[in-house]
């Protein structure tokens, strides 16, 4: 199994910048990919970032290119997300996500809150 723990989500004004922080740990050896979703009041989880560990290789969803930065430290097992120019609609919960090589390696955080104020 594997566990993940995020950190960070805080109250911050619109157009600051905010890091989001997951560390990994267990069966890490799993892991082929990491990510970002969120969720917002009344709303339907959805992708923000994903990050292939062996490659690098990102995919950000449309809303938040340009201004969200997903990225992994391996020695370290953690994954982080860096939010620049926040918006109010960037508001929700923050949920860390890793998967594996099957349906069963597929693992997510408690999340983590993000409170933008306008």
């Known amino acids: 199994q594997v566990q993940l723990v995020e950190s960070g989500g805080v109250l911050v004004q619109a157009g600051g910048s905010l890091r989001l922080t997951c560390v990994a740990s267990?069966?890490?050896?799993?892991?082929?990919?990491m990510g970002w979703y969120r969720q917002a009041p009344g709303k339907q989880r959805e992708e923000v970032a994903v990050?292939?560990?062996?490659?690098?290789?990102?995919n950000y969803a449309d809303s938040v290119k340009g201004r969200f930065t997903i990225s992994r430290d391996n020695a370290k097992n953690t994954e982080y997300l860096q939010m620049n120019s926040l918006k109010p609609e960037d508001q929700a919960d923050y949920y860390c996500?890793?998967?594996?090589?099957?349906?069963?390696?597929?693992?997510w955080g408690q999340g983590t809150q993000v409170t933008v104020s306008s």
């Open positions: 996500n890793s998967v594996g090589p099957g349906p069963k390696y597929d693992y």
């Open positions: 267990g069966d890490i050896s799993t892991i082929k990919a």
């Open positions: 990050i292939i560990t062996s490659s690098g290789k990102t």
